[in-house]
């Protein structure tokens, strides 16, 4: 049940008929595990938290550091050198008291993910290196874990959903396979503007809103956005046959 407090924090959200107070609920009840709190699991934490998603596991290793600033908006100059999912939970709090949220100042690795991946109902990527990207899609597949993956460099970015409760959606390394791996671009190589992350967090926000509200979300479908021009561009992809991770 929502609580009166909530019926008036959330009202302009229950109005949207395909939300109402069962949606509302359904946030609330949600578990979701966000891993990678800097450009993108910013605005993701903080729109999932404002949306009243009740259960946050926040999963970062690293400090916050001045060159961050320009894009990772939870963080302030006083802010430097702290954990990034310390901080953030923090912050978050503050927002939006009655969420319960868990940090994990950490990396993650095989072992935490063999631990949290089965507490929650949603894991979002918004990591930055490849290694991780394939540990958290591997991961998601053994434990059966609904995935919103979120990239961006410079001014171009990308999502996908991949549900592996669907027999026929494609993984990540169906993607990007680990002999064909994706250049290893991330914003310290090739640089990133912050409002390009907004748009990508925002979106793999609405996939997660849309996914735990019984919205249906569209697995095999590789979204990008290219800022320069204003478009956005989906394709359509296949689960591979030899995917040592899908289909093995
Ligand atoms: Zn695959």
């Known amino acids: 049940m929502l609580s009166n407090q909530e019926k008036l ?3 302009r959200q ?3 008929k395909s939300i109402g107070e069962p949606g509302q609920q359904a946030l609330k009840n949600a578990k979701v595990l966000i891993v990678g709190i800097g450009g993108l699991g910013n605005p993701v934490s903080l ?3 404002a949306a009243g998603v009740g259960n946050i596991y926040l999963a970062d290793g690293d400090s916050i550091d001045i060159s961050n600033l320009h894009r990772q908006i939870l963080f302030n100059e006083t802010d430097i050198g702290e954990n990034k999912a310390d901080t953030s939970a923090e912050k978050l709090q503050q927002l939006n008291s009655d969420t319960n949220i868990e940090v994990l100042d950490e990396m993650l690795d095989e072992e935490l993910a063999d631990y949290y991946f089965p507490l929650v109902d949603l894991v979002l990527d918004c990591t930055d290196n490849i290694n991780t990207r394939y540990l958290i899609n591997r991961k998601c597949l053994e434990h059966k874990k609904p995935l919103v993956i979120g990239a961006a460099t410079g001014f171009d970015g ?5 549900n592996p409760n669907i027999p026929d959606s494609a993984c990540y390394q169906c993607l990007f396979p680990a002999s064909k791996k994706a250049p290893e671009n991330n914003c310290q190589t090739l ?3 912050g409002p390009v992350l ?3 967090g925002g979106m793999q926000a609405l996939q997660a809103i849309k996914f735990l509200t ?16 204003n478009s956005w561009q989906q394709f359509s992809l296949k689960k591979q046959a030899n995917c040592p991770i899908c289909s093995g």
Not at 158 to 162: E, P
Not at 214 to 229: K, P, R, Y
Request: charge should be neutral.
């Open 214 to 229: 019984g919205h249906s979300v569209a697995t095999n479908q590789l979204n990008i956005f290219d800022g320069l021009n």
């Open 198 to 200: 907004a748009i990508i």
């Open 14 to 16: 229950t109005l949207l």
């Open 47 to 49: 729109y999932l938290n």
């Open 158 to 162: 990308q999502h996908m959903f991949i």
């Open 191 to 193: 640089g990133i503007l």
């Open 9 to 11: 924090r959330f009202s």
